[in-house]
């Protein structure tokens, strides 16, 4: 595990723990913000990455205390180890309303069980310092409980398994036609429709957004990117899109 600072400015950071693992494991991004003497740790990931995540987050706080976990929806990449976060800090974690009485399926203890919080479906501002991070709806991308988190201070949408990419070596993407083939197939299996995708990239617009970082893989910096980004995920067709057909009852082989 290395770390990248994405924004370093005026006691605000922004770094990405990346995870280029190798195994059966999917790779997966860590991502802290720290503003002042507060953080928080974006989709901590599963048991493979809990030592070296806590341990490498510790360090980077210093004297800052890590006040939130936030869960972009139930996967394990995302939640497995939220006990051990729960139970080695004072942070209070977020999912979806939806998922709440999911996650102690995990393994969550009784003793830690209150500070694991809802977000209601419209989402919230969770304060940071004196800073505010907006958790914004991403609901059946492709979770149906789904979230992603702006920060207004470093301008950067971390966006969860919207944008991931799988077999990548580079942190950043460098020309994005070259990059479509290791996220299109993702996307047209995990995302629901692109009703959805057109709803969520209307809603970014509004937004003033320097850079998009996923879950999995390379992220998204500069306007130009972003702007790319999101003209394609508008029109791509997805999910019920392209899969209806498959709704049937299966053949019988041999």
């Known amino acids: 595990m290395s770390e990248s600072v994405l924004y370093d400015r005026d006691g605000h950071r922004n770094i990405l723990l990346e995870d280029y693992g190798h195994g059966l494991a999917v790779q997966a991004n860590q991502h ?7 953080g928080m740790i974006l989709d901590p990931g599963g048991h493979k990455v809990y030592t070296q ?7 980077l706080l210093g004297k800052s205390t890590l006040r939130h976990i936030f869960l972009s929806h139930q996967d394990p990449d995302i939640v497995a180890a939220v006990n051990g976060w729960l139970m080695t ?3 209070d974690a977020w999912c979806s309303e939806l998922w709440v009485r999911f996650v102690p399926h995990f393994g969550v203890d009784r003793l830690v069980a209150d500070r694991l919080k809802p977000i ?3 989402g919230m501002y969770l304060p940071l310092g004196d800073a505010e991070m907006v958790v914004l709806p991403a609901h059946f991308l492709h979770s149906c409980g789904n979230f992603h988190l702006y920060d207004p201070v470093s301008k950067i949408l971390y966006t969860g398994d919207l944008g991931a990419s799988l ?13 479509l083939p290791f996220m299109e197939g993702f996307h047209r299996r ?5 009703r959805a995708l057109r709803a969520w990239a209307d809603m970014v617009r509004e937004l003033d957004v320097a850079m998009i970082a996923p879950q999995h893989g390379a992220l998204f910096r500069g306007e130009a990117m972003v702007q790319r980004f999101l003209d394609w995920i508008s029109h791509l067709e997805c999910g019920v899109d392209v ?3 498959s709704y049937r009852v299966p053949p019988r082989r041999g």
């Open 243 to 245: 899969m209806g057909h």
């Open 32 to 38: 802290l913000v720290i503003h002042g003497d507060e």
């Open 167 to 179: 077999g990548v070596s580079y942190v950043e993407v460098p020309d994005f036609d070259a990059h």
């Open 89 to 91: 800090t004072d942070a």
């Open 120 to 122: 209601a479906d419209e």
């Open 53 to 59: 995540a806590l341990g490498a987050t510790g360090k």
């Open 190 to 194: 995990y995302m629901a429709s692109n």
